[in-house]
């Protein structure tokens, strides 16, 4: 079945600085990928839209000079959390959709998520 | 807007008995709705998904959903828990503009032997 891997799965950073997270469709070209925050004990919520060779589609009250994000290629994007703060912790998870218009009933695939820790 | 809710933060069964995981929809046209379920610090897994024909949608792992147009829900079910089945489960829609899920807030089940 389709593979979505994220990279770091953890990782603690110092305020002010930069973090980056990968996502990667393995066995499938993805159109489309999708970046979700989940705060402790609550549900996924969508932050960005992230469509390939196209500026991504931000979601209202994300910023998105702190959080960029890049879809270069058909099975690759990256998150960048740019000058993290301690408030910026949480459990980042991305997911990956081949093209949405014909398979609107498909499954997305998620990643592992990234557990950030800004100190 | 599409949206799913799931009206128990928790839900505690028994090994060995059924469980249920409750989740109501509103969506405008057809629903397109689906579970996951997070173990903790992962990503979701697919279990099931119900696009249209038959009510009682079989997936992963013995569990099933049962699609109920009148009541507008979605409900998870399992005839016999497992300890490993103690994770977090999410309902969600997909929303047909965007193209991205949208989910409940999370039940999570606790089985105990």
């Known amino acids: 079945g389709a593979v979505v891997s994220q990279h770091p799965s953890r990782v603690i950073c110092k305020s002010g600085t930069s973090v980056k997270i990968e996502c990667r469709s393995l066995d499938f070209q993805a159109t489309t990928m999708f970046w979700y925050r989940q705060f402790p004990k609550q549900s996924l919520m969508l932050m960005a839209t992230?469509?390939?060779?196209?500026?991504?589609?931000?979601e209202q009250g994300v910023e998105k000079d702190k959080f960029l994000i890049n879809h270069a290629s058909l099975t690759l994007s990256t998150l960048t959390v740019t000058s993290a703060h301690p408030e910026d912790s949480s459990f980042y998870i991305c997911s990956a959709s081949l093209r949405f218009g014909g398979l609107h009933n498909s499954p997305l695939h998620f990643g592992n998520g990234t557990r950030l820790t800004v100190t | 807007a599409q949206s799913v809710a799931q009206p128990e933060d928790q839900v505690n069964v028994a090994e060995g008995n059924p469980l249920t995981v409750k989740c109501t929809y509103s969506v405008s046209g057809n629903p397109y709705l689906f579970w996951y379920v997070q173990y903790p610090n992962r990503g979701l897994q697919f279990l099931l998904k119900?696009?249209?024909?038959?009510?009682l949608v079989k997936g992963s792992y013995g569990f099933e959903a049962e699609f109920n147009k009148s009541q507008t829900s979605f409900h998870l079910k399992k005839p016999s828990a497992l300890v490993s089945d103690s994770a977090l489960y999410f309902c969600?829609?997909?929303?047909?503009?965007?193209?991205?899920?949208?989910f409940g807030a999370g039940t999570r089940l606790t089985v105990k032997p």
């Open positions: 992230s469509n390939e060779g196209s500026k991504a589609t931000y």
């Open positions: 969600a829609v997909r929303d047909m503009s965007k193209g991205d899920m949208r």
């Open positions: 119900y696009i249209t024909g038959d009510n």
